[in-house]
């Protein structure tokens, strides 16, 4: 109590009739302070709390809101061939947490969705029209509906996201958003502001065009004159060829001559040159003359049955090919040999005959 009276009369500027407590109680204790009584004290401080009951229910509705209703959001439907990994059960994550942040629904969790699904056998990937995902949202029991999209094209991901209202089976709005040669970090960013604008109805302003950025390559190819593709398209120039302002990042560069070719990636970096040299391996299709002591041997190459000697074998791959003869009552012979691109390469194969010895044995005996 003494702590109480010191404190009352140094903000009193010591007038004992006439103290005021700041800032919520706004009560005047009258009389002297040093004849406060315990009684007195307790009616104060009931006071007090009464009032400060009294502010918070009267501003509860300015700090909160019953939820009211159900909104289900739906896993990103996906198509094409990204360049990485994406981690989609993350995204629509931050898509649930848009609508908790932005909405008034309830947002049923990703399990319930998920056991409702497995229950109702609902495959989300043969949804494509309107009314399928109508359909899908009064299986859930959901007075709203949040589908999406995903589609990765050339270098760019298309981002579509839509909001259904249930009970009319109407689109009640929809964003769609690009990013180009973007990583994940970008494409998380436009998920987000497309399920902003989704929940509030405000359209953010669109981010100016990036401006182009460009390297150089210097591609060389043995053996020389070599057709030149970056990423799909072919340029003017054949090996060895200096080209100016390649776009910059991965490039996929493939290089032709005649039946020849090969394919590598390079990173094309700001405003520097990047050197290519490729050795284009030898490609194309030859021909084997097969003959055979005795004739009428079946003949099979790598395998491969092709026909019985004496036969030109036609349009075989260039390179090393085991040659195979057989023929009843001969043992069977087995050579390698090269073929080499346009030419026609003669094999003579000289087969031994099988002599019986006993009823298991064979001998072989040149013919």
Known sequence: ?????????????????????????FLTLKNRVDKIT???????????????????????PVYAQERTGDMAVLDIQFSGKAPTVLNLGFLARKIREAA??????RVMTEENIFAIIEDKKIDLSKCKEAECVVEYGR???????????????????????????????AIERSVSKQCKGCEFAGLLEMVNKAARELFTGEVTEAEPLRKQEYGSL??????????????????????????????????KIVLERGEYSEEREVLVRLNEQTDLKVSIKERGKGNLAVESTPEGATIFIDGKEMGKTPMIVKNIEVGTH???????GYVDATETRPVIRGSIEK?????????????????IVST
């Open 1 to 25: 109590m003494g702590r109480v009276i010191e404190w009352a009369k140094v903000h009193a500027g010591g007038r004992k009739d006439n103290i005021q407590v700041y800032p919520y109680l």
């Open 38 to 60: 315990p009684l007195y004290f307790m009616k104060t401080l009931f006071q007090g709390l009464f009032i400060l009951l009294c502010l918070i229910f009267l501003s509860a």
């Open 100 to 105: 908790v942040k932005y909405t008034y629904y």
């Open 139 to 169: 299986m859930l029991q959901a007075d709203k509906l949040v589908s999406s999209t995903l589609t990765y094209s050339g270098d760019t991901y298309f981002f579509i996201i839509e909001l259904y209202d249930i009970r009319t089976a």
């Open 218 to 251: 210097h591609i060389e190819s043995t053996p020389p004159g070599a057709l030149i593709y970056i990423d799909g398209k072919q340029i003017a120039e054949m090996t060895p060829a200096d080209i100016a302002n390649v776009p910059v990042g991965k490039r």
């Open 322 to 328: 085991a040659i195979t003869l057989k023929k009843s």
């Open 347 to 363: 094999v003579m194969i000289l087969m031994g005959k099988k002599v019986a010895i006993g009823c298991t044995d064979y001998q």
